[in-house]
């Protein structure tokens, strides 16, 4: 069974520019979540989807959204990017939204010049 | 407001002793936690789930506990192998809320 799935790995952009990031989950998974890791900040939860709709959202500006696709597929958009955005961006997909595991895929690095 | 602590000093053992890990947590009522191991550039590897009801979990030589009273898990690593260096995340989820992450403990098992 092939594993959570994203891209790009890594990615430069530059202040003002906007990104979006896309995750794969695992085959018959419907649940996905995004975080974002800093060294300083640890693992920050971003948002969570499950059929489409997000169930739970973290403290982040309205400038990262995200959105999730009838296959489960997702993605997150980030709009006017800061040099603060610049981080591992980690998307995990699990069976359902009960006390499942989370897989998570090995994120997308994100700098901002 | 709701804190998970992990220790952020890196673990420095020999191998085949047993590591030890805390996660202390406060103003959270989870109804599970989670553990797991991450590597430099990978994402997170899920290990073991403990719920709040449990008192201990064992899977081959990883043990967890979890002590409401305390508000505090334990992670054991028995019989540590180099291979087992690593960061170690742990995670509470509360009954509707998102599954919240602790600051990871690096563990380093010396030959």
């Known amino acids: 069974k092939a594993g959570v799935t994203q891209t790009p790995r890594y990615l430069i952009k530059t202040r003002g520019q906007q990104v979006t990031l896309s995750c794969s989950p695992i085959?018959?998974?419907?649940?996905v979540s995004w975080y974002q890791q800093t060294p300083g900040q640890g693992l920050q939860f971003l948002f969570e989807?499950?059929?489409?709709?997000?169930?739970n959202k973290g403290n982040f500006p309205g400038r990262f959204s995200g959105r999730q696709f009838s296959n489960s597929r997702s993605e997150m958009n980030v709009s006017t990017l800061e040099l603060g955005d610049s981080a591992l961006y980690l998307c995990?997909?699990?069976?359902?939204?009960?006390?499942?595991?989370?897989?998570f895929g090995d994120g997308t690095r994100l700098s901002i010049l | 407001s709701q804190k998970i602590e992990q220790n952020s000093e890196a673990l420095n053992i020999q191998e085949g002793k047993t590591a030890t890990l805390t996660c202390n947590y406060t103003n959270y009522s989870p109804a599970y936690l989670q553990w797991y191991r991450q590597d430099p550039g990978r994402g997170p590897v899920f290990l073991l789930l403990?719920?709040?009801?449990?008192k201990e979990k064992r899977k081959e030589r990883l043990k967890v506990t979890f002590d409401t009273t305390l508000k505090q898990s334990l992670f054991h690593i028995t019989a540590s192998q180099p291979a087992d260096s690593a960061t170690y995340l742990c995670?509470?989820?509360?009954?509707?809320?998102?599954?919240?992450f602790g600051g990871g403990t690096r563990v380093l098992v010396k030959p």
């Open positions: 403990i719920r709040e009801n449990e």
């Open positions: 085959s018959g998974h419907r649940s």
């Open positions: 995670a509470l989820k509360a009954a509707g809320n998102k599954l919240t």
């Open positions: 995990a997909s699990s069976l359902d939204e009960g006390e499942r595991p989370q897989h």
């Open positions: 989807y499950f059929s489409e709709t997000q169930r």
